[in-house]
């Protein structure tokens, strides 16, 4: 059955945001990866793992870029979305780093 050119028109936009998800998961993981060597140095420093005033910076950060207005886009980043997805990454991080303490 051949496409409609709509409908290839949305599968190649699809195609783009497979992509797109690609890169944030790799970059997610890599993230990840530097939690791992940031709790090595803490405890290296005798540092407690958690820094909760880290935790409020990186989340400012993410609410920040949610601010800078696209360039005339329609829908720009919402504070709520990026304070919640930042807190959702932090929160699986810590837990990763805690679950690692463990074993």
Known sequence: MRMSSEENKLEEI????DEIDAVIADLLLKRV?????AKKEKVRMNKPV?????????????????????????WNLSEEMMKKIATLVIEY???????????
């Open 14 to 17: 699809r195609k783009k945001i």
């Open 33 to 37: 990866q530097y939690a791992k060597q």
């Open 50 to 74: 958690r820094d909760r005033q880290r935790e409020k910076e990186v989340i400012e950060k993410w609410c920040a870029r949610a601010r800078r207005k696209g360039s005339g886009e329609k």
């Open 93 to 103: 991080t810590l837990k990763k780093e805690i679950e690692e303490g463990n074993e």
